[in-house]
Each structure stands twice: as structure tokens, then as C-alpha cells.
């Protein structure tokens, strides 16, 4: 009977070593997974070409591409002084979004969110335009609104460093019109 006792008491010792172990296991992975880098964003990245790929392989039968000139808004950091030395100032090298693509119906609106890289850049004010705003409008924000059935790319912009962008491309669906039975 001890001898029983004695097998259960190791083969719990060895149960909990085995969860442990796996706990901290799995807080090591995620931290590590969160400290590997990002792919890039900016607009000569294979991934915002893929976007591209993508947006123009998803565009529908008969939309027509516009030629209408981007709108854009702006949102500005506080102006840095001029005391400030300008060789000390940290520009933006990255932007990434939560998100790359959006479908939205009429009316809908999404907001992605931005983070810019270094996290220590001096100026991290944002641009915001659209390709076509009779499709798809955006906020100073990034607050993307559906306007019209199509296909559009927003984009933005940093403000330190116009150089770096990232896309997000947006087709806008027509509102589903609920079926209602005929009589």
C-alpha cells in the first residue's frame, strides 16, 4: 500500500513539473514571437505590393478606375521648437496597419489602426488621402467611410517623412436590401 501511495505521490510531482514546464514554455514563445519584427509596410514592401495584387485582382466586373485626384487630410504632432537641434530629430522609417484590406457596405465605416516605426520618432503625424472619394472618404483620423459601390485605395502618409506609406485597399458594397415576401 505505501508502495501505491509513493507512485501516486511522483506521478503527481511529475504531472505538475510537466505543467509548469509548459507554462513557462508558452509565456517564453509569446514573448519571443512579440519581440520578432514586423514585415515592413511602407509602399515598396513586397506585402503592400501583394495588397496591390490583391486589390486589383478583387476589382468588380464593369467598376470602372478613376482618374480622380487623391483628397487628403492631415493631422499634425505639435511643432517641434527651433531650439531643438535638427540632427536630433528621429524621423519615421515604417508604417504598419492592423489591417490591409476592407470591405465595407454603403454607409459602413472602419477605422485601422497606425503604428509607426521607431516608436521614439520625433514627428508621428499622419496624411491621410483617398483614390477615388466618390467611393470611399477618410477622416484626419483614418475614419474610412463607404460612399459608393467600388473599389479605392486609402492611403497614409508619414507627415516627417513622405517617403513612407502604407495602403489599405477598400471595395464598398452596396447596402444588402432586406428581402421582404410578396403577398
Known sequence: MKYLNRQ????CIAVVSLLVLFMVGA????????????????????????VSRTASSQLEAGSQTSSVPAVSSQISQPAVSDSVASSS?????????????????????????VTMFPENAS??????STSNPSVANVTGLGLISGISPGSCTI????????????????T?????ASIQPVD
Open 172 to 176: 464598398v458594397r452596396s447596402t444588402s
Open 123 to 128: 514627428n508621428k503625424g499622419e496624411i491621410w
Open 27 to 50: 509565456v517564453w514563445f509569446v514573448s519571443w514571437q512579440q519581440s520578432q519584427p514586423q514585415p515592413p509596410a511602407s509602399s515598396s514592401s513586397s506585402a503592400s505590393r501583394a
Open 8 to 11: 501516486k505521490k511522483l506521478l
Open 89 to 113: 530629430e528621429v524621423t519615421v522609417q515604417e508604417i504598419l496597419l492592423t489591417t490591409y484590406q476592407l470591405e465595407l457596405e454603403v454607409g459602413e465605416s472602419q477605422m485601422p489602426i
Open 155 to 170: 492611403t497614409v502618409t508619414s507627415a516627417s517623412n513622405p517617403s513612407v506609406s502604407a495602403s489599405v485597399a477598400v
